[in-house]
């Protein structure tokens, strides 16, 4: 367990470990959601985006290329058990 001190100015400092054990940086949001026993869930903010974002995301210079035919081919013989 780890223990914060509040300062004067009602703030906490996390400690690196803790950043890290969240997966956050700088830059970085943290959620913190209030439960009716006096205690908080604290995590890294779910970041949101556009679905464009993803786009590409999965190319690697010099990877191999599919067509979506040939991805669509792939998945339906994994689904038939044929991989």
């Known amino acids: 367990m780890t ?13 690196k470990g803790l950043l890290r054990h ?15 026993d006096g205690r908080l869930d ?9 679905i464009s974002d993803a786009f590409g995301m999965l190319h690697r210079e010099g990877g191999p290329s599919f067509t979506i035919e040939e991805i669509n081919e792939t998945i339906a013989k994994g689904w038939a058990g044929e991989l």
């Not at 969240?22 to 009716?36: A, F, K, S, Y």
């Not at 604290?42 to 556009?50: D, N, Y």
Request: proline share 5%; hydrophobic share 35%; no cysteine.
């Open 3 to 15: 223990i914060l001190t509040v300062t004067a100015k009602g703030q906490i400092t996390l400690r």
């Open 22 to 36: 969240l997966g956050v940086g700088p830059g970085d949001q943290i959620e913190v959601n209030t439960r009716p």
């Open 42 to 50: 604290v995590g890294a903010a779910r970041k949101t985006g556009k």
